[in-house]
């Protein structure tokens, strides 16, 4: 035969979609992994269609999951990330999808890895990129997770059945901990900026310090001239200083990622309608992957929601009071996603010790995918 067929079940996991395998029927060598699921997505695609594999084009629809027996006392499965870049033969194993977190849960209870009873289920995730632990709840009946809800989430059309995950202890999952300078606010190329990792490394920069409202949707920050160069660099320059490369050439593709943070304001959307300056507590523009993220990433909206806890960081100066102790309303060029973090001051630094995020999934298809022989 011309082709090789792998199990796979293709899933939506919140505003993402990726490829899932079980770790049995997949390599457990990295470098046989990468191959696997550069071909499986379609990448390196120079046109940035990734026609000739599953992805969709873009950071957030090429993505790889792998599911297996825990390796943590605590954890009923481990959850290994894969983000796949479109236009580069690059596969990323550092950090953590928290959109496709929310697949892993209805996964492991379909495919028979955790046995549940119907109601509420909840499965204790081993995220093995971070070696955080995240619990995700959601309905079951009949032995199988409950797709068909009414909860709708910014980005994705119609409406599911909900999933709670629980992102326990975020900080530091990267970097030396939730703060990596020490300090709230920091200073780059002459701009303010705040870095933290929580979930995964992201610095957070004034919207306003870059020319910009933080109104933009993504296409329009994209064709301006210099822009995205000017914002990698500033990424790279951060990635140093939180630790993840000895020079800026060093830090990968997918962390630290780079976030434009401005003031609530009314802001156009991407389905044409409007956010009304008084429905969120701050606005958000992601890059992930050297793209300009249509809605914004889990795990980088977690970050921004802890670093709108933290006094004296520029995400908290930007938010200003927030009319409920226990979310934070961000708003993204997709709509509003509502984000709880709990943070605490101790023995002199900060420290977060919960973030709580809800989302939707179902599978798409199961089968097998195709590889060259």
């Not at 079951?140 to 326990?168: E, H, P, S």
């Not at 303010?192 to 490394?201: E, G």
């Not at 933009?216 to 939180?242: C, F, K, N, T």
Request: glycine share 12%; charged share 20%.
């Amino acid at each position: 035969m011309s082709q090789r067929f792998i199990p796979a079940i293709f899933m939506r996991g919140g505003s993402s979609k990726g490829v899932f395998f079980h770790a049995a029927d997949v390599p457990a060598d990295r470098a046989a992994m990468d191959a696997i699921l550069l071909e499986v997505l379609g990448s390196p695609d120079p046109y940035g269609r990734q026609l000739d594999g599953m992805g969709g084009g873009i950071s957030s629809l090429s993505k790889g999951v792998i599911i297996g027996p825990p390796t943590h006392p605590e954890a009923d499965v481990d959850y290994t990330f894969a983000q796949v870049a479109v236009d580069q033969p690059v596969v990323d194993w550092k950090g953590n999808c928290g959109n496709l977190s929310s697949a892993v849960g209805p996964f492991a209870v379909d495919e028979g890895l955790v046995q549940v009873a119907d109601g509420e289920a909840l499965v204790r995730i081993h995220q093995v990129n971070t070696r955080k632990l995240i619990h995700a709840r959601f309905p079951v009946k009949n032995g199988r997770a409950v797709v068909v809800g009414d909860y709708a989430i910014a980005g994705v059309a119609g409406t599911g059945a909900r999933v709670r995950l629980d992102f326990l202890a975020p900080g530091g999952t990267q970097c030396a901990g939730l703060l990596p300078t020490g300090q709230a606010l920091d200073v780059i190329e002459g701009l303010a900026c705040t870095m933290i990792d929580a979930a995964n490394p992201a610095v957070f920069f004034a919207a306003a310090d870059l020319g910009l409202t933080g109104t933009e949707l993504p296409d329009a920050i994209e064709a301006m001239p210099g822009m995205m160069a000017r914002l990698d660099g500033l990424r790279r320059a951060a990635g140093v200083r939180m630790g993840l490369g000895a020079t800026p050439d060093a830090v990968g593709l997918a962390a630290p990622r780079i976030a434009i943070l401005a003031p609530p304001a009314e802001a156009r959307l991407l389905d044409g309608t409007s956010l009304a300056a008084g429905s969120h507590d701050i606005q958000v523009r992601m890059l992930s992957m050297g793209r300009v993220h249509r809605a914004v990433p889990l795990t980088g909206a977690l970050p921004l929601a802890v670093a709108c806890r933290i006094t004296g960081s520029l995400a908290h100066a930007l938010c200003g009071p927030t009319p409920r102790a226990d979310e934070i309303r961000v708003a993204q060029p997709s709509g509003m996603l509502a984000v709880g973090a709990e943070v605490r001051r101790q023995d002199g630094g900060w420290h977060a010790q919960s973030g709580v995020i809800f989302r939707t999934a179902r599978s798409l298809m199961k089968g097998a995918v195709a590889l060259r022989a």
